[in-house]
């Protein structure tokens, strides 16, 4: 079965941390997209990337930046955590032409303290 | 700018009791328009891709429908598993990557 994985399903980081959060899928898609939801605003894509090394900025890329290494693993970072950061993540993937639409993780409930 | 508009924001059934999800949109030039399903906690779940107007998606009690300006879907004799967040999602004819989503609808049905 195909999958996106998040590395955590809840994390609690305090203000001012810098936070990764990892994503890897094996559906050797080439792009690759974080979002996040919350309550009343839904999903907010924050970056994307269709290729490797590749990156861009989605409607809320303050406050965050992404790393593609491989083509597999998409990481979101954030440089100084901040309580207005506590959210659901969300990771996606997707082939070239977005035809199944995307295949998301789980997510990662993040809680800035 | 893309925008997608879902309702109702939440809707309450009664198990047998079937009824209908709006999602709105102002795209330029649809390319796609999706349907996800959600599930407290977990990631979104794809349902369906529509493209056209006039195209329709069937999977078990779920039925979706595309016009120019708005799709349905439609649940026939939802049963109590069906309770979900509803998303649509849409790809305009100028991305190759970005969906834009709407704020879900949440279904609860009732035993």
């Known amino acids: 079965d195909v999958k996106v994985t998040q590395s955590s399903r809840y994390l609690v980081k305090r203000t001012g941390e810098k936070v990764f959060l990892e994503c890897v899928q094996d559906m050797d898609h080439e792009n690759m997209f974080w979002y996040r939801q919350d309550p009343g605003l839904g999903l907010r894509l924050i970056y994307f990337s269709y290729d490797v090394k590749m990156k861009e900025k989605g409607d809320i890329p303050e406050g965050y930046s992404v790393s593609r290494e491989k083509k597999e693993r998409f990481s979101l970072i954030l440089e100084s955590a901040s309580t207005n950061q506590t959210s659901m993540y969300l990771c996606a993937s997707s082939m070239g032409e977005v035809v199944r639409g995307y295949t998301f993780g789980s997510g990662t409930r993040l809680t800035v303290v | 700018e893309d925008q997608v508009t879902q309702s109702p924001e939440a809707l309450r059934l009664q198990e047998g009791e079937s009824s209908s999800l709006n999602c709105s949109y102002t795209?330029?030039?649809?390319?796609?328009l999706f349907w996800y399903r959600q599930d407290p906690g977990k990631g979104p779940e794809f349902l369906f891709t529509l493209y056209s107007a006039g195209e329709e998606k069937e999977k078990e009690r779920l039925k979706a429908t595309l016009t120019k300006k708005e799709s349905f879907l439609h649940i026939t004799a939802p049963k109590p598993e069906d309770s979900a967040t509803y998303l649509c999602a849409v790809q305009d004819g100028g991305s190759n990557y970005k969906l834009t989503f709407g704020k879900g609808t949440l279904l609860t049905v009732n035993p």
């Open positions: 795209v330029s030039g649809l390319r796609g």
